[in-house]
């Protein structure tokens, strides 16, 4: 075999290395920095050549940076002789806007995919996007990681009395069926409108709610409006207990106030995305193991698939 390195970009250094102590491997070296206008400036400080080669690098914020040194980084370990350049993405930004929901508006999940694969990239790693139908956007492979793996391991070890999932929207029911299936529950709804971006209004609970623990499944948390009013409606429904399992904790602008101070009982996230403020309402799991066993089989030619068998 050819042998393989794992780079890193500055978006999440913390879970690159973990990554890389799953692997018994050490993080390969580069020179990331910045020019006095903001210009992104990359060197790779070891050779490359005929060596497949891995980035770890999420696109959270700052999202136009980070993703602009993805890019970079890549175009240089292909003109360094990369046999192959695998990202690992595993928070991938601007796949919010992926269909036109309105007139003259981008189609941004797409025009990201575009600018990967010129940039060299061979293949992608990702975890929970926000539509699956974004994976047909490129033409190169797209592994889509499901963060359900841990969250089903957690949700064992809480022991809840009377469980059931609950979707924040109609938009992520299956999502929320798809994790219930997995666990054997029943699922609600909650049915909400949005007035305008990042703003949400909770409307009415489709099921019975009345002395259960609700879990919320959503796969990322932005300004945590539409997950703080739906535990306040599920509550005055009479849920017991709401807590929520969500992949990537985005959490801008008053996202931590709003969790410590609502009715949510517990949020558990993943660590693709750096959680940048205490909470004592926010559980993070570790997902670079499952991460770093991608990148193991990737390179073996083993099945991804069979870690969700």
Do not use: W
Not at 45 to 70: H, K
Not at 185 to 198: F, G, P, Q
Not at 299 to 309: C, I, M, Q, T
């Amino acid at each position: 075999m050819r042998g393989y390195k794992v780079f890193s970009g500055t978006a999440n250094i913390e879970f690159s290395k973990s990554v890389a102590k799953y692997l018994s491997l050490p993080l390969s070296e580069a020179a990331i920095n910045r020019f006095s206008d903001g210009e992104i400036g990359v060197q790779i400080s070891e050779s490359v050549r005929g060596r497949d080669v891995f980035i770890i690098q999420s696109t959270c914020a700052p999202t136009n940076a980070n993703l602009m040194e993805l890019l970079i980084m890549s175009d240089a370990l292909k003109r360094s002789s990369a046999n192959s350049i695998t990202a690992i993405i595993p928070y991938f930004g601007y796949a919010r806007q992926d269909r036109k929901a309105a007139p003259r508006v981008p189609i941004t999940a797409k025009l990201v995919a575009n600018l990967i694969q010129v940039a060299g990239i061979n293949r992608v790693v990702t975890l929970d996007l926000h539509s699956g139908q974004i994976q047909g956007f490129f033409d190169i492979p797209v592994d889509n990681l499901y963060g359900s793996i841990v969250f089903k391991d957690y949700f064992q070890r809480k022991n809840l009395k009377n469980p059931i999932i609950a979707s924040p929207d109609i938009g992520g029911v299956a999502r929320a069926r798809n994790f219930a299936k997995t666990i054997g529950l029943d699922i609600v709804i909650v049915d909400k409108r949005r007035e305008k971006a990042n703003e949400s209004e909770v409307m009415n609970i489709i099921g019975e709610v009345e002395g259960k623990d609700v879990i919320l499944i959503d796969d990322m948390i932005d300004t945590a409006g539409t997950i703080v009013k739906a535990a306040k409606a599920l509550k005055q429904n009479g849920a017991t207990s709401v807590m929520a399992f969500c992949s990537h904790p985005v959490l801008s602008g008053q996202a931590y106030d709003r969790i410590e101070n609502g009715e949510l009982d517990e949020l558990v996230v993943t660590d693709t995305i750096p959680i940048t403020k205490e909470c004592k309402k926010i559980t993070v799991l570790s997902v670079a193991h499952l991460f770093g066993e991608v990148i193991r089989r990737i390179y073996h030619n083993e099945s991804v698939n069979g870690l969700f068998a």
